[in-house]
């Protein structure tokens, strides 16, 4: 069975850095699309950042230049680099994957069938 759990989270100051990670397990192959998702309180989730299998990224609009994906040199293990956080950032931050082919560049929840519990990033102001 496929478990993703992630780390990192944690509270800091606007301004501040964050680093993420995000750890499988019980996964035979490789994922196709690993994509970190956030939700806010009173929010719809929304996605952050993807990678396919082919190390080609996409950035949602509002973390672009501040955020940096990356997949680790073991199997299956993802990173988010946060930098410059600002309070709208304070959310859920969740780890996803899918083996399918799909397109991960669309960072849809649907293209992802698996996911981490997720974990709070608090940033004050």
């Known amino acids: 069975q496929v478990q993703l759990v992630e780390s990192g989270g944690g509270s800091v100051q606007a301004g501040g850095s964050l680093r993420l990670s995000c750890a499988a397990s019980g996964a035979t192959y490789s994922f196709t699309c690993m994509a970190w998702f956030r939700q806010a309180p009173g929010r719809e989730r929304e996605g952050v950042a993807s990678i396919d299998s082919d190390g080609s990224t996409t950035y949602a609009d509002s973390v672009k230049g501040r955020f940096t994906i990356s997949a680790g040199n073991h199997k299956n293990t993802l990173y988010l680099q946060m930098n410059s956080l600002k309070p709208d950032d304070t959310a859920a931050y969740y780890c996803?994957?899918?083996?399918?082919?799909?397109?991960?560049?669309?960072?849809?929840?649907?293209?992802?069938?698996?996911w981490g519990q997720g974990t709070q990033v608090t940033v004050s102001s």
């Open positions: 996803a994957a899918d083996f399918r082919d799909v397109w991960c560049e669309r960072l849809r929840e649907i293209d992802h069938t698996y």
